[in-house]
Every structure is written in structure tokens, then in C-alpha cells.
């Protein structure tokens, strides 16, 4: 096991990633069962179905997908070897584990959905009510990574984030989809929003976390606009 963390961490410099975002790896079984729930009765469930959790931590939000999706192929992948190690302890045939700090690996049109939970954020920011969140996150990195989650899902895919410091809406993504679920302040973590500007939204809550694919074929990225 020491020896597959060495090898993760030589593929990977995870912690210099411009990738990085959230520093901290805490998750819970089943921590978003009503998202879950809601995926499952937009896109069924079988074989064909393919859906990625990315950022899985050590792997409890792809083992709650499973019992969610008893079919469907379920990939998860992280930025730290670390949780990736622990995800391969978990010894399960039936998912799909690799480190990862981006989609940039992933086919085009492959993925169904893909969930992005507390993972686009960092603590820090809330913690520390900064009004900046450069130079922990910057806007450009949020915006080219969910271009590339764009990218990776088929006409008709769920993008679903839930938790992040900026708003998928200020995107220029965002254009090719459709907001399909929102949901009660109350069900929000307490973390801070930051403009395209990287400034504070003081105030500013955002309440769209689930979007579907509209366009068909790859999304043009912003430079190509």
C-alpha cells in the first residue's frame, strides 16, 4: 500500500495543482440522498448509464451512487493519493477508482452525470469571511474546470454541484445548459460566493444545483468565443 501511494503521488503533484481547490477530505455516507434520489428519477437506472463522482474523497459518495444505482457504471475519481489509496482498500469490484486533478482525461459525451460535491470550494474562504478569493481560488480555474465537466457529459447529462464559491452561472458553460433543480437555502452549506472578479458577493446565495446538457457535441471553450 506505501508503495501504491508513491507511485499516485509521482503520477499526480496534487498538492501544486492549479486544480486544487477543496483542502480538506471530510464526507459522510449518503450525505445527499434527496440529489441522489432526484438523478435516479430523471435518468433511470442500467448498464448503460455512466456517472462520475468527482473529487470522491475515499469513496463513500460513489458507494452511496451504488445503492442508488444498482446498474449504472460508477467511476469516482480525487486529487489526493491518499484518499484514493483508501478508496482501493475498499476492495469493490463494482466502481471505478483513479487519480485525477481534472476531466481532461475523460472521453467526450461519456458521462450521464456527473456530481461535483463540496469539492469547487475551500474552507478556508468561509472561515477566514475573505473578501477575496484569490489567491486560494480563482474564478478562470472554476470556469475552465466546469467547461471540461461540459465537455465530458452526453446531450441530456446532469451537471450537478452543490457547494462551490462560485456561481455555474457566471460561466460561459453555462449557456449550454439548463438549471433543473433548486434547492432550499436552508440545505446549504454556509460557504461564500466570489464573482467572476474574484470578489465577494456579500450576501449572495445560490440555490441552482443541478443543470442538464442542452446543446449537442462539445461546447466551444470561452477562449474559442
Same mark, same amino acid.
Given at each position: 500500500?506505501?508503495? %501504491? ?6 503520477? =499526480? ?29 430523471? %435518468? ?6 455512466? $456517472? ?10 460513489? %458507494? ?9 457504471? &460508477? ?9 484514493? +489509496? ?27 452525470? &456527473?456530481?461535483? $460535491? /463540496? ?11 475573505? +473578501?477575496?478569493?484569490?489567491?486560494? %481560488?480563482?474564478? +478562470?480555474?472554476?470556469?475552465?474546470? =466546469? ?5 465530458? $457529459? ?14 455555474? /452561472? ?9 438549471? =433543473?433543480?433548486? &434547492?432550499?437555502?436552508?440545505?446549504? /452549506? ?28 462539445? &461546447?466551444?471553450?470561452?477562449? +474559442?468565443?
Amino acid at each position: 500500500m506505501l508503495q %501504491l501511494i508513491r507511485d499516485l503521488r509521482e503520477k =499526480v503533484g496534487w498538492r501544486a495543482s492549479p486544480n486544487r481547490f477543496q483542502p480538506f477530505n471530510h464526507t459522510l455516507p449518503d450525505r445527499y440522498p434527496w440529489l441522489f434520489s432526484f438523478v435516479r428519477e430523471r %435518468l433511470g437506472d442500467g448498464p448503460d448509464r455512466r $456517472l462520475l463522482s468527482f473529487g470522491c474523497s475515499v469513496g463513500q459518495e460513489a %458507494l452511496s451512487l451504488r445503492r442508488h444505482f444498482a446498474e449504472a457504471a &460508477i467511476r469516482g475519481v480525487d486529487i489526493d493519493p491518499n484518499n484514493i +489509496a483508501a478508496c482501493h482498500r475498499l476492495e469493490r469490484d463494482d466502481i471505478e477508482f483513479a487519480l485525477a486533478d481534472s476531466t481532461a482525461g475523460e472521453a467526450d459525451d461519456s458521462y450521464d452525470a &456527473i456530481f461535483c $460535491l /463540496a469539492v469547487l470550494c475551500n474552507g478556508k474562504l468561509t472561515s477566514r469571511q475573505a +473578501a477575496r478569493s484569490d489567491p486560494l %481560488l480563482h474564478f +478562470a480555474t472554476f470556469e475552465r474546470m =466546469v467547461e471540461d465537466f461540459a465537455r465530458c $457529459l452526453k446531450p441530456g447529462g446532469l451537471l450537478c454541484l452543490v457547494t462551490t464559491n462560485f456561481r455555474f /452561472a457566471d460561466t460561459a458553460a453555462a449557456d449550454g445548459f439548463e438549471p =433543473v433543480l433548486h &434547492i432550499d437555502p436552508s440545505q446549504m /452549506a454556509p460557504d461564500l460566493l466570489y464573482g467572476r472578479d474574484n470578489r465577494l458577493l456579500k450576501g449572495e446565495r445560490y440555490t441552482e444545483v443541478v443543470f442538464v446538457k442542452k446543446h449537442i457535441g462539445r &461546447i466551444a471553450p470561452p477562449s +474559442a468565443r
